[in-house]
T-cell receptor
Framework: KAGVTQTPRYLIKTRGQQVTLSCSPISGHRSVSWYQQTPGQGLQFLFEYFSETQRNKGNFPGRFSGRQFSNSRSEMNVSTLELGDSALYLC?????????????FGPGTRLTVL | GESVGLHLPTLSVQEGDNSIINCAYSNSASDYFIWYKQESGKGPQFIIDIRSNMDKRQGQRVTVLLNKTVKHLSLQIAATQPGDSAVYFCAENGGNAGGTSYGKLTFGQGTILTVHP
């Protein structure tokens, strides 16, 4: 079974631009979670989607948004990019997003904001 | 607030030694814990998990111990190999009270494991 895939793997943007990242979960997984990883803050939860609905959200500004499609694929968008948004963005999928479900991670998208 | 506490220690071992990586967590409602391994340029890779109704679980060369009394988690790697060199993270699920933890894991800061041949 194919793992979680993320595209693109690398992105370079300038301040003020916006960016869209894509995530395809493991087949059969309906929950997709997004995380931001930086050296200073570590891995931080952004949001989770299930059945095209955002069920949970972390403490990030409204510039960070996402959506999920009927095939469970998910996208996240960051608008008005800031230098501090440079990070590795990881998505993880699980069967139902319930507390005891294991999350499996993709390779991440490395975003650099200049 | 809820947190899983690793203060980015570094562990350096010789090939063949046993390694022990520790993690403290603060959310007593958490009922599911996972260890991940992250190699350079890759996403976190699932190693082993444990539920709060257990205190020990074994996998291939790895053992996770859970002490709920002191909110402590550890990962033991037997016969450590150079390929085990990576950053190791513990994560907890927050217990999902009222659905507040749907799809959310809280991570420790990680431990850098270096295995010398």
């Amino acid at each position: 079974k194919a793992g979680v895939t993320q595209t693109p793997r690398y992105l370079i943007k300038t301040r003020g631009q916006q960016v869209t990242l894509s995530c395809s979960p493991i087949s059969g997984h309906r929950s997709v979670s997004w995380y931001q990883q930086t050296p200073g803050q570590g891995l931080q939860f952004l949001f989770e989607y299930f059945s095209e609905t955002q069920r949970n959200k972390g403490n990030f500004p409204g510039r960070f948004s996402g959506r999920q499609f009927s095939n469970s694929r998910s996208e996240m968008n960051v608008s008005t990019l800031e230098l501090g948004d440079s990070a590795l963005y990881l998505c993880a999928s699980s069967l139902q997003g319930q507390g005891l479900d294991t999350q499996y991670f993709g390779p991440g998208t490395r975003l650099t904001v200049l | 607030g809820e947190s899983v506490g690793l203060h980015l220690p570094t562990l350096s071992v010789q090939e063949g030694d046993n390694s022990i990586i520790n993690c403290a967590y603060s959310n007593s409602a958490s009922d599911y814990f996972i260890w991940y391994k992250q190699e350079s340029g890759k996403g976190p890779q699932f190693i082993i998990d444990i539920r709060s109704n257990m205190d020990k679980r074994q996998g291939q060369r790895v053992t996770v111990l859970l002490n709920k009394t002191v909110k402590h988690l550890s990962l033991q790697i037997a016969a450590t190999q150079p390929g085990d060199s990576a950053v190791y993270f513990c994560a907890e699920n927050g217990g999902n009270a009222g659905g507040t933890s749907y799809g959310k894991l809280t991570f420790g800061q990680g431990t850098i494991l270096t295995v010398h041949p």
